[in-house]
């Protein structure tokens, strides 16, 4: 038989564990974005932690858009393009988070305080904070799994 007999590549259907990745993240993002439009203006400690979840649930939900835009609009290498730079931004956008996050743990919780200006909702704090550990701990797993089959892949 010659080589134009073959079948034709049939496309598999992405992993379960990819989908499921995509469900998490897509819901984390509504979280993100629901907890800081809530909270928007209830921690004048530091009045970025809420537009820093806002943007941080926004941007995912970009980033899918942009990567389904190719497979239905032909807009190919302008939305790699695009992805690219909001990816940056996104990275650079978590670094900020952390800093206005983590530079005032742990804020007064208490809005009848005197002065006003060391509050931050706790529900918006502690939102904020666990879902940047979160990243990490998320991160770290990642860093260890791919170490791991690294170190069992070398082996064969």
């Not at 897509?26 to 629901?34: K, M, N, P």
């Not at 190719?70 to 992805?83: D, E, I, L, Q, V």
């Not at 990275?91 to 931050?120: H, L, M």
């Amino acid at each position: 038989m010659s080589g134009s007999n073959r079948l034709p590549s049939i496309r598999r259907p992405p992993a379960p564990t990819g989908v499921c990745h995509q469900v998490i993240l897509c819901i984390l993002s509504i979280a993100q974005l629901a907890v800081g439009a809530v909270y928007q203006n209830d921690c004048p400690r530091q009045p970025y932690i809420p537009v820093y979840l806002l943007v941080s649930g926004a941007v995912p939900l970009l980033l899918g858009l942009l990567n389904i835009l190719p497979c239905t609009a032909g807009f190919g290498n302008h939305c790699k393009a695009w992805s690219s730079l909001v990816s940056l931004f996104f990275f650079c956008w978590f670094i900020a988070g952390n800093v206005w996050i983590y530079s005032i743990y742990e804020p007064n919780y208490n809005k009848t305080t005197t002065s006003i200006d060391t509050y931050c909702d706790k529900t918006l704090y502690l939102f904020a904070f666990w879902t940047t550990n979160m990243t990490y701990i998320l991160l770290g797993l990642m860093l260890f799994c791919m170490c791991c089959s690294c170190f069992l892949c070398g082996d064969e």
